[in-house]
């Protein structure tokens, strides 16, 4: 704990908001504890009326929930909607036009379009959802330990300064670049896309943290655990990171979509997953240099698909921006009753 | 202000005027930079504007063979001769090289002179004179004489780049075997008979310095100008670099002086435009007056363009897939052969390449001479694969991986195909995608247990296309392929002045390679030729690259 934290902790806490942090919620007795779940049910129930009142007044931020979960859908009935195998190729059907035989037409390669456009989001998402996650997790921890040290003076100031600055670099590069440089020293594949995406966003969720955790850190109820002997680390992971979470939260679902066009991004330069795994920008990439000869086919449709899959979650993140911020929920809770 | 006399200039100009000549003469300067349209005096020159994948990154041949930089020395450098021209049988308005074989003349060779003008041989190819054309004149005033084609060839012993490797196919150890008999006379004594010493200076390796100059702007700290001709030429070729800035342009000047008489066009600009999309974009938009390298569909496309004209000729370059002959499995000759029945060929030929190309059924190009396909016998056949992998003792199949060229969309549509083919006979194919940057890089260190390579062998003699491949002992036999038998016959081949046995041997290596299958054998993929309607004159060479001096524009 800093000099500054000690200090504020010179004075015993003895607001009632130290007891009611998120995370410290007392109960007794079992009556007690029924009327808080049936206070809890009612809550929630009101909660999703709001949401649901919200997408009514929104239909933009609905349309995102639809597009994410069709697309979700997608990925996990892709077996049984695609109507061929999304990786042979067939010579017999090179470059075939949309038909019904072939909806979105076929490739360069003779593989059906359509089949890899209801494929791809497996990779697509997958790369995206675990590089974010992963950039999340230790951006997180390591934000949070950086804002809860800052400002001490002990080797712990030095270790924030360190992994600050250290973020500063990473961020000075510009990220596709980036990217494209870890792609090539990892070696190329999903797993190296999945590590690329979560080392050039990790720095994102530091910063975010620390923000965060900058002023949770001086919050009584953090003080309160201060003084009844929990040890930093307990502090952090108990109290102050789920605390610091809601912006994150938010952060993720923009950056899910930003990490889809990210994998695509590489893909298309040469730099992602490898040919012939359904990947959207590695499909666009296939098909690009078509367009000029008039097959237009092989790369519009991923890239329709890879387009209002990212509009869709950007759509989600700002929803989440507004719902996550009480001011803004407010004023909604006031147009929308 | 407008009624001040003293801001009205005697000529009559206002700020308006000069703003508006202001514009149009920078509109103007653009577009000459652009086509180089105007000369000095304002009058018209004939520019021809190429849009290329690469400029040249160096303009020495010792030490660059990169793809604008071959290009760049067909016009920039010039050869004692050059093969004789023959209208192309399939082509009409296209020329070609007279490759064939001529017992009667020397070396078997239908030559012309360039800087020689008459040449001779010894019957029994122990040695070879060219006499030169007296009052050539460089591009620094220096007189062409038979020191500047010693000095020329001594630099490839000196340097130990590219060179190495005429000297090796010549047979030549020495500086001492090139002589300079008098002022325009030289001669070639290799310690062996060797039958290409004519054949080979019209290599475009071949050619020769103005030793003159490279000696007086080397001096004594880079006797061989290595630094000179890196961006700069001497020579007694056609045109000089006027600017190179590599990765945007090079231009490329006509001489006044050429002794062969100016080229139609003065300028040559050498665009380079690295996606083949965009290439064919600028030629439709008429930006560009050829584009060279284009996919197959592109070529299809551009036939059906007003004020375009495509031609696909039978082209030297042969396209293939390295089998690693000592990594397992391909150590394997079973399994090999396996591989060139799985592979789906004919409708390769028929997608991927449109029919812009033929099938590979041999070890060199089908027009070279000795060349035969009687020991061609693969062709997909699925149950036959299976057989040979089972006696391989492969029955089950097995992982490798195919590594291909990201710069290459070809190789991508063969591969994803080819691996489909496998799947069927259990074999995994994994794909292994190299930037166009490393590729080569990855070919050159023959690691890869399947990779693609495309080549063609510019010299048209037997000896000499096989050597480079299948000779145990060359850089270029990237799949390690290694035969005893074969490096014997080769190093006959390469020292033998009797023509039936050449082709004797010549015949019994491409049954050996055949047989062996060191190569997936792919195609010989067509030179596509995309030019503005109206520009003409092009002579196919076997390195398949066009030189300027050759075309004109109606």
Same mark, same amino acid.
């Given at each position: ?337 | ?67 604008? &930089? ?50 001779? =041989? ?17 591009? /620094?005033?220096?007189?062409? &004489?038979?020191?500047?084609?010693? /000095?020329? /060839? ?14 090796? &196919? ?30 080979? =200076? ?144 004919? *409708? ?15 070890? =060199? ?35 490798? &991986? ?96 009797? *023509? ?55």
């Amino acid at each position: 704990m800093t000099a500054t934290t000690s200090n504020a902790l010179s004075s015993r806490p003895t607001d009632p908001a130290i007891t009611s942090g998120p995370e410290v919620v007392g109960c007794s007795g079992d009556t007690e504890s029924l009327t808080l779940s049936g206070e809890r049910r009612r809550r929630e129930a009101g909660r999703v009326r709001f949401f649901f009142a919200v997408l009514r007044k929104n239909p933009s931020f609905a349309l995102g929930y639809i597009i994410v979960s069709v697309v979700c859908a997608i990925t996990v009935f892709a077996p049984w909607i695609a109507p061929y195998d999304p990786m042979t190729a067939d010579p017999s059907r090179y470059l075939q036009p949309p038909s019904w035989a072939y909806p979105m037409g076929t490739d360069s390669a003779g593989m059906d379009i359509f089949s890899r456009v209801i494929y791809a989001p497996r990779i697509d998402l997958t790369i995206a959802l675990l590089g974010t996650l992963i950039s999340a997790m230790i951006g997180s921890i390591l934000g949070a330990i950086t804002g809860f040290y800052e400002g001490g003076r002990t080797w712990r100031k030095f270790s924030s300064a360190l992994v600050m600055r250290s973020a500063d670099v990473l961020q000075a590069f510009p990220v596709f670049v980036f990217a494209i440089a870890l792609v090539a020293v990892f070696g190329q594949g999903v797993s190296s896309v999945i590590a690329a995406i979560a080392f050039v966003n990790t720095p994102i969720y530091l910063r975010l943290m620390r923000s965060q955790v900058l002023s949770i850190r001086k919050m009584r109820y953090v003080e309160a655990a201060y003084v009844a002997g929990s040890p930093d680390i307990s502090i952090i992971m108990r109290h102050v990171i789920p605390n610091a979470l809601p912006p994150v939260l938010s952060q993720l679902s923009v950056n899910i979509g930003w990490s889809v066009l990210l994998t695509a991004g590489l893909s298309f330069v040469g730099a992602g997953v490898v040919a012939p795994l359904p990947e959207w920008g590695s499909m666009i990439s296939m098909g690009y240099q078509n367009i000029v000869t008039g097959q237009w086919w092989p790369s519009i449709f991923p890239g329709l698909a890879l387009g209002v899959t990212v509009f869709g979650f950007s759509l989600i993140g700002s929803s989440i921006e507004i719902l996550s911020d009480p001011a803004r929920r407010r004023v909604l809770a006031g147009t929308v009753s | 202000m407008d009624n001040n006399p003293v801001d009205q200039s005697a000529f009559g100009l206002s700020r308006r005027s000069l703003m508006k000549g202001g514009i149009a003469l920078t509109g103007l300067s653009a577009l000459s930079s652009v086509a180089g349209v105007t000369s000095a005096f304002g009058q018209s020159v004939p520019t021809l504007i190429v849009a290329s994948p690469q400029t040249p990154q160096s303009l020495d041949s010792e030490f660059d063979i990169s793809l604008g &930089t071959v290009d760049a020395y067909g016009v920039l450098y010039e050869n004692l001769i050059e093969f004789a021209k023959i209208p192309d049988p399939k082509v009409p308005g296209v020329m070609r090289e007279d490759t064939g074989s001529y017992p009667d003349k020397p070396g078997g060779v239908n030559a012309v002179g360039k800087l020689a003008e008459s040449w001779e =041989m010894d019957p029994g190819a122990r040695w070879a004179k060219f006499k030169l054309r007296e009052g050539v004149i460089s591009n /620094w005033g220096n007189e062409l &004489t038979a020191e500047d084609v010693v /000095w020329s /060839w001594r630099r490839k012993f000196e340097l130990g780049g590219v060179g190495l490797f005429y000297l090796a &196919t010549l047979g030549l150890t020495k500086p001492e075997q090139i002589k300079a008999e008098d002022k325009y006379i030289v001669s070639f004594s290799p310690e062996n008979p060797n039958p290409m010493l004519v054949r080979i =200076m019209a290599n475009l390796f071949a050619h020769v310095f103005d030793s003159t100059k490279c000696k007086e702007v080397g001096g004594e700290e880079d006797p061989w100008a290595k630094e000179f001709l890196r961006n700069e030429t001497a020579s007694f070729a056609p045109y000089v670099v006027e600017r190179l800035e590599r990765g945007q342009q090079a231009v490329f000047k006509a001489r006044e002086d050429y002794y062969g008489g100016k080229p139609f066009f003065d300028r040559v600009i050498y665009r380079e435009v690295p996606t083949s999309a965009a290439r064919v974009s600028l030629l439709r938009g008429g930006a560009v007056d050829i584009a060279q390298f284009l996919q197959p569909l592109e070529v299809i496309q551009l036939k059906n363009v007003p004020n375009v004209e495509v031609n696909t000729i039978d082209a030297t370059s042969m396209l293939w897939i390295e089998l690693n002959a000592v990594v397992a499995p391909f150590d394997n000759k079973l399994v090999r052969q396996a591989m060139n029945f799985a592979f789906p060929q004919e *409708e390769i030929i028929k997608t991927v390449f449109q029919d812009l190309g033929a099938p590979l059924i041999g070890a =060199m190009p089908w027009f070279y001479p000795s060349f035969t396909d009687q020991y061609w016998q693969y062709g997909q056949n699925l149950e036959k694969a299976r057989e040979l992998l089972k006696e391989a003792g492969f029955e089950s199949g097995f992982s490798t &991986t195919l590594s291909y060229n990201a710069g290459d969309p070809v190789h991508e549509q063969i591969a994803i195909l080819y691996q489909s083919a496998l799947r069927q006979i259990g074999i995994n194919l994994e794909l292994k995608k190299y930037p166009a940057g490393t590729f080569y890089n990855a070919v050159s260190e023959r690691k890869e247990p399947m990779i693609f390579y495309q080549d063609n062998p510019w010299t048209p003699d037997p000896g000499y296309a096989m050597s480079l491949y299948f000779d145990s002992k060359s850089f270029v036999n990237y799949s390690n392929y290694n035969n005893k038998e074969v490096d014997e016959l080769l190093y006959k081949i390469a020292r033998s002045a009797d *023509e039936s046995e050449r082709v004797k041997m010549s015949q019994r290596v491409q049954e050996i390679v055949m047989e062996e299958a060191p190569w997936v054998f792919v195609a010989y993929p067509n030179y596509h030729w995309a030019h503005k309607t109206g520009v003409k004159g092009l002579t196919y060479y076997t390195s398949n690259n066009i030189r300027y001096q050759d075309l004109s524009r109606s």
